[in-house]
């Protein structure tokens, strides 16, 4: 494989990573778990969230890391954070219910 393809595709599982990470973050708040589910998760279920969230955002930096060196990393990895952000705010705003396919494990009760 040419090696800026697989730049390429390390960088879109970065923006990927970073993505999902940002919202399982959101979805780890209560405020906005409840504009999902209309309930908030159990606090073992929040703390999951939480869990996948850092996981995602520190494997979007060590993709970065894997691609570039550190200072053009580190700034790509903080652009990709700032459009998850973006990207995820935005979700919530106008169709929070999307983010469902984040924590499919969590089951809303008014689905029954």
Not at 34 to 50: E, K, M, N
Not at 104 to 111: A, S
Request: charged share 15%; aromatic share 6%.
């Amino acid at each position: 494989m040419p090696e800026s393809l697989l730049d390429n595709l390390l960088l879109a599982t970065a923006l990927l990573s970073a993505l999902a990470g940002m919202g399982w973050l959101a979805l780890s708040m209560d405020v906005h778990a409840r504009q999902v589910w209309a309930r908030a998760p159990s606090r073992g279920g929040l703390r999951v969230l939480r869990g996948l969230g850092t996981l995602g955002i520190v494997m979007a930096l060590l993709l970065c890391l894997a691609v570039d060196h550190a200072s053009m990393a580190v700034l790509v990895w903080v652009m990709a954070l700032a459009g998850a952000a973006l990207v995820t705010a935005f979700t919530l705003s106008w169709q929070p219910t999307r983010l469902r396919l984040l924590a499919p494990w969590i089951r809303d009760h008014r689905l029954r």
